[in-house]
């Protein structure tokens, strides 16, 4: 990876599909008009700091990086100034991607990133901007100051912009730094896999007192053992910690070393994606802490140096060590078994003041069945999976399927567009989910006005993997609506109509259906039969003909934990 997003920690389900749903919902949040420029926001990377380049240490260029997220719209014509002159005399730049120097001292650069197709929550599908950064010769420590950064777009405005910067320290001492083994490895169920852990100095100073730790995540695998300078932590049946201390080790700069025995994790069989904790650092570092188990009474695990392995280890990214943002990282583990659920959603069209049926759900997308009834959301019962999906307030909801509830709370800007109050309502599912199944919702709807192009939310829940496909968790409901004639307007034109109400100008509507045409069990939701016909239901307002189902995909905002929390 090389990059500081290196942390990998991905949260507990339940915090998942709480998050998932807390970008829709939240109370007193304003709309922007149609005819607003849409949004988008920053996040810039770990504040850095960078060793002195005294005796060849230093030389590497350190990553600055900020995440761009796109809130609802591909963003067209984006273009990154970056600005070092706070540091001028104490760090240079490196040219990023698509970068050009606009200053001799190489203390600006403005860098075009062209056209950023990104989904409506920005989360995994975030695209990720590097620029470079070590010391300037001649640089002492202590030296600091703000890196900023300024982006635009031609078609959007920034919503965000009070920490457009990264603070960046020059410093003299060891910089340990762990190897990333990347996002994820194979670890099949039913094996041991070892894991390659190296320890680089990338300081300017010796190291001395190493500690390298190993933590499961998931309680699924189990780290096997019996070092005497290792202390071995259990939890839910199985060792899945380990730490071990190396007290008279010294590493000098640009020097690695690696354990003569790796360590492993073993993953049971049957088990599902899981995910690694590892680090390395310095006994005296704040961040290190304690830890608790029961020391191994076999032979002493010894480090013995390598040779550095290129380039990518002087790319990772305080305490005693001048940058523990290297010291830490997250990797998923694959074991080939993935729960992951999709959202079911699709565009229709419709006919103003004609009630007709919207089917929206989750579908199982992972190679093994949702069995077991869990926690999915805060406004559900247990379930094995279930849905959220949010209306515009431009259709009244008719028909509400018994296995939903309305979310009294509503969704925010970013979950709805169109004019009015929109409607938001979870949905569970309390029978088995077969991969390749749908647990399908039927609502019934009727457009207020005429409107082109406005949009609601659906959002799958379910217990998923580590390893599975977040980006599909959340999908579009687009609606079109004219008159029976076939005339339409644009939203903005419309009358604006509060949830459950319609407008005087509608026109008289059909009887709503007593239950949705498509029924919903009480259980929560009907479940689809496997196969093509999962991927082409149709959602259908009167008339309307079927249409393919995942047009408008879009990205929860799901980042990755920052590995200097050391969380």
Not at 19 to 44: N, W
Not at 76 to 81: L, M, N
Not at 469 to 491: Q, R
Request: hydrophobic share 35%.
């Amino acid at each position: 990876m090389g990059h500081i997003r290196a942390l990998r920690a991905a949260a507990t389900a339940t915090a998942l599909m709480t998050a998932s749903i807390g970008l829709l919902v939240g109370a007193g949040v304003s709309h922007v008009s149609a005819a607003s420029k849409p949004g988008f926001s920053v996040e810039p990377g770990f504040d850095r700091t960078v060793p002195v380049r005294t005796g060849g240490t230093g030389e590497a260029f350190r990553p600055l990086d900020l995440s761009i997220y796109g809130e609802g719209t591909a963003l067209q014509g984006v273009k990154v100034a970056v600005d070092a002159s706070a540091l001028k005399g104490a760090v240079e730049l490196s040219l990023g991607r698509n970068c050009t120097f606009t200053s001799a001292d190489h203390q600006h650069e403005t860098c075009d990133l062209g056209n950023l197709p990104l989904g409506a929550f920005g989360g995994e599908g975030a695209t990720e901007f590097v620029v470079g950064v070590r010391a300037a010769v001649g640089a002492v420590a202590g030296q600091q100051g703000n890196v900023t950064f300024k982006v635009t777009a031609d078609n959007a405005v920034e919503q965000q912009g009070a920490h457009d910067y990264s603070n960046v320290t020059v410093g003299n001492g060891p910089d340990l730094a762990v190897t990333d083994l990347g996002p994820t490895i194979k670890a099949p169920a039913g094996t041991t896999t070892a894991l390659p852990l190296r320890v680089t100095n990338l300081g300017s100073t010796d190291a001395k007192g190493i500690i390298i730790g190993l933590h499961d995540q998931r309680d699924y695998a189990t780290i096997p053992g019996n070092f005497s300078n290792c202390v071995y932590g259990s939890y839910q049946g199985g060792v899945r910690d380990v730490r071990c201390t190396f007290p008279d080790a010294v590493v000098k700069p640009g020097q690695t070393f690696q354990l003569q025995t790796p360590l492993s994790v073993s993953v049971p069989a049957g088990a599902h994606g899981d995910q690694i904790q590892y680090l390395a650092g310095l006994s005296h570092d704040d961040w290190i802490g304690t830890t608790t188990g029961t020391k191994g009474t076999g032979s002493e695990l010894k480090l013995v140096q390598v040779s550095p392995v290129g380039r990518s280890l002087a790319a990772p990214d305080p305490s005693k060590d001048i940058d523990a943002y290297n010291n830490l990282y997250y990797t998923n583990l694959d074991t080939g078994i993935v729960s992951d659920v999709a959202a079911v959603g699709g565009t229709v069209n419709g006919v103003v003041g004609k009630v007709s049926s919207v089917t929206v759900g989750t579908r199982n997308s992972g190679n093994t069945g949702f069995k077991t009834l869990t926690e999915i959301g805060p406004y559900l019962p247990k379930g094995t999976v279930g849905t959220y999906v949010t209306f515009p307030g431009d259709v009244q909801v008719t028909t509400v399927p018994k296995a939903c509830v309305a979310e009294q709370s509503g969704p925010d800007g970013q979950g709805y567009s169109g004019s009015g109050t929109p409607h938001a309502y979870a949905c569970d599912t309390q029978k088995a989910l077969a991969p390749g199944q749908s647990a399908t919702f039927t609502f019934g709807v009727k457009p207020l006005h005429t409107f082109s192009g406005d949009w609601g939310n659906v959002v799958a829940l379910g217990v998923e993997d580590t390893t599975a496909n977040f980006d599909d968790d959340v999908a579009k409901m687009v609606i079109n609506a004219v008159t029976s004639s076939g005339s339409s307007a644009p939203s903005s034109a419309a009358t604006t109509a509060s949830a459950g109400s319609a407008p005087a100008s509608a026109q008289p509507s059909d009887a709503a259906p007593s239950t949705p045409s498509t029924p919903s069990t009480s259980a929560g939701g009907s479940l689809a039969s496997t196969g093509g016909g999962d991927d082409t239901m149709p959602l259908t307002l009167a008339g309307a003909a079927a249409i393919a189902l995942g047009a408008g995909a879009v990205v929860i905002a799901r980042r990755r934990k920052a590995a200097g929390n050391h969380s």
